[in-house]
């Protein structure tokens, strides 16, 4: 699936861009179920669904009416539909992960993030790793875009080697999930947007430094996010966003032993709120 100096740059680097992770048939499946799941928010007025810890699966951002739906994250959408789930277990991205963490692959969870026109919601600059640790760190984080992706409408923000470095997710003894705002200008600095059309996956590893800013166009950024680790990367915390499939071995075999790495590595608490958007600080519907 993936070139040899596509494998060499995404450990150099910490990320590559590919083409082909979703075809057009698939792209639009997933699109038409989306805008399904748009349309039912607009019957409600704080977040809804339950996942299998009990948080709200759709998460909807302050200000979120019928009028102008504003629903910015879906949890574990493989779990509730056939299309998510065709394309993140059964395609060809999982083939491509295999190709730079080795054959044997879990699926972990996966989300939609959705900037449409006119919200306020962004990403701070944050590690994934923190989110879920691990006994080894062979994680890759895939970012399947559904629409063309800009510097206008918020595509995601990502740091160039940052992958080789350890950042706190702590202030003042609390888990707030990104990194300290004070390293904010230096990471936008030595960014790159990640920009792409339809179809193109962003591979990036579990440490890798990103974020993004709103949206600040008239077109929809929707972006599809999957999480995988090797088999033997065995979890040393609930998941963040648990899913029905969690843990389940996709491609090649279970592991028979966890592979341990030397590190040492902040634990996160299971905070309460229903998507990391919250715990960054951002405001929810129907909450004060």
């Known amino acids: 699936m993936l070139s040899k100096s596509q494998v060499d740059q995404f450990w150099e680097d910490g990320f590559i861009i590919a083409k082909g992770g979703a075809t057009a048939e698939q792209l639009n499946d997933l699109s038409s179920q989306l805008d399904e799941w748009i349309e039912q928010s607009k019957d409600h007025d704080k977040n809804y669904g339950k996942t299998p810890d009990g948080k709200s699966r759709f998460d909807l951002e ?7 739906p504003r629903l910015r994250r879906v949890a574990n959408p493989a779990d509730i539909s056939d299309s998510y789930y065709e394309v993140l277990i ?20 996966c989300k939609l993030n959705i900037k449409l026109p006119g919200m306020q919601t962004k990403v701070d600059f944050h590690q994934d790793h923190p989110y879920d640790p691990h006994t080894n760190d062979d994680m890759v984080t895939a970012l399947l875009m559904l629409d063309e992706m800009t510097e206008e409408n918020g595509c995601p923000l990502l740091v160039p080697g940052s992958h080789k470095k350890r950042y706190s997710h702590f202030q003042n003894g609390k888990f707030t999930g990104k990194i300290d705002p004070n390293l904010n200008a230096e990471f936008e600095e030595s960014s790159v947007p990640i920009i792409g059309k339809p179809g193109d996956v962003c591979l990036m590893h579990t440490w890798m430094v990103h974020g993004g800013p709103p949206n600040h166009s008239n077109n929809p950024r929707r972006l599809l996010i999957c999480d995988y680790p090797a088999a033997d990367a065995m979890p040393l915390s609930p998941p963040m966003v648990p899913s029905i499939y969690s843990h389940k071995v996709i491609r090649g075999q279970p592991a028979r032993f966890a592979r341990m790495i030397n590190a040492q590595l902040e ?10 958007f919250e ?5 929810t519907a129907g909450k004060i």
């Open 90 to 109: 059964k395609g060809v991205i999982p083939d491509m992960v295999a190709d730079l963490i080795g054959p044997n692959l879990k699926f972990h969870h």
């Open 62 to 68: 302050a200000g979120h009416s019928a009028e102008k």
């Open 267 to 276: 634990i996160r608490p299971q905070y309460t709120e229903d998507s990391f």
């Open 279 to 283: 715990l960054q600080g951002q405001a």
